[in-house]
């Protein structure tokens, strides 16, 4: 167990629709990370925070945003889904602010249908 | 876009073997660290090597890094059916960790 949850482990849902997924980093880390890994794009980084500021932003549509609250846990919002957007979506945490070892939780799996 | 490229892709080991397993990157990198993901979980770390370091070991896990030819290496020795997994390089530069495709090994009892 690496810390790190993730709700909800499973999501199915409709073309065009919204989804928040959520995310509790490890007991005092500061930094969140989201991935997307699917069959044909492999696993790619889409977004970093550190302390409630976005850090570092990688391969994450527009349709796609992100945020930190304060408690530190991080939500990541997809909006008009498309049937490509079905994949793992998996969060990390690190204590630092990039760089150090990421500690994943176990990813929720969405289903776009 | 991914980084790092993982050679082979597959790799079929008998236990108490070793399984060797190259990374190869492109751009300039911070550090290095090795993955492993079990069917479908979250991903473990296994080993971080810096751009200065160019071997490291940890357990049964021995790491290389080769920053003229841009490349590393994963050796697991003696290998146990636990290992069975997928194993990926990842490399760190400009705050993001970028992943390769990944080696899926199979240990055979």
């Known amino acids: 167990d690496s810390g790190v949850t993730q709700t909800p482990k499973h999501l199915i849902t409709a073309t065009g629709q919204r989804v928040t997924l959520r995310c509790s980093p490890r007991?005092?880390?500061?930094?969140v990370y989201w991935y997307q890994q699917s069959l044909d794009q492999g696993l790619q980084f889409l977004i970093q925070y550190y302390n409630g500021e976005e850090r570092a932003k990688g391969n994450i549509l527009e349709r796609f945003s992100a945020q930190q609250f304060p408690d530190l846990h991080s939500e990541l919002n997809l909006s008009s889904l498309e049937l490509g957007d079905s994949a793992l979506y998996f969060c990390?945490?690190?204590?630092?602010?990039?760089?150090?070892?990421?500690?994943f939780g176990p990813g929720t799996r969405l289903t776009v249908l | 876009s991914q980084q790092g490229e993982e050679d082979p892709q597959a790799l079929s080991i008998q236990e108490g073997e070793n399984a060797t397993m190259n990374c190869s990157y492109k751009?300039?990198?911070?550090?290095l660290q090795w993955y492993r993901q079990n069917s479908g979980r979250g991903l473990v770390h296994l080993i971080l090597i810096r751009s200065n370091e160019r071997e490291k070991h940890s357990g049964r896990l021995r790491v290389t890094l080769d920053t003229s030819k841009k490349s590393s290496s994963l050796l697991i020795t003696a290998s146990r059916a636990a290992d069975t997994a997928s194993y990926f390089c990842?490399?760190?530069?400009?705050?993001?960790?970028?992943f390769g495709a990944g080696t899926t090994v199979t240990v055979r009892a």
């Open positions: 990842a490399t760190y530069n400009d705050y993001k960790l970028s």
């Open positions: 751009t300039s990198i911070n550090n």
């Open positions: 990390a945490s690190s204590g630092s602010g990039g760089g150090s070892e990421q500690f």
């Open positions: 007991s005092g880390d500061l930094s």
